[in-house]
């Protein structure tokens, strides 16, 4: 990986970690005030964990683990963003999602956009291997 995968894995650990520290603050400290906010602010850590560590490593599995929580995340910011928008009662304490990433000057919107976009241009070989098991199981020509 180099060049703008890298900088996609920085941004994104980065922001698992800022997502991971703010959402233990609040749930220790005030979980009672916000649980809906404060445990989607948790869920969004943690794809965003999974989402670092499927960028960074390769194969097919992988590829399709960053592929699933890209697509979660982006889910998550425009459904929570228009939520924190059109019912802002339904979050009285922001999430790392609210209004679209705001609180993170909007990269949960993007990054997810960019993310996509690499996995796109990145694919990994669309030639399966063959197992032993199938080669064994073919009929002889």
């Known amino acids: 990986m180099s060049g703008i995968g890298r900088v996609l894995v920085a941004v994104y650990g980065v ?18 005030e916000a649980p809906l906010a404060y445990a989607l602010s948790a869920l969004a850590a943690v794809v965003y964990v ?4 499927a960028l960074v490593r390769s194969g097919r599995g992988w590829y399709r683990v960053a592929w699933a929580t890209i697509v979660f995340e982006f889910t998550g910011v ?42 796109a241009k990145h694919r990994p070989d669309a030639a399966p291997a063959e197992s032993p098991l199938a080669a064994a199981e073919r009929p002889a020509s």
């Open 78 to 119: 425009i459904v929570v963003g228009t939520l924190s928008v059109v019912l802002p009662g339904l979050f009285p304490h922001d999430t790392v999602w609210s209004w679209y990433g705001r609180g993170y000057l909007f990269i949960p919107l993007v990054l997810p956009v960019l993310g996509m976009w690499w996995l």
């Open 50 to 53: 999974i989402a670092t560590v």
């Open 15 to 32: 922001l698992a970690l800022a997502a991971l520290g703010r959402s233990f603050v609040q749930i220790v400290q005030k979980f009672d």
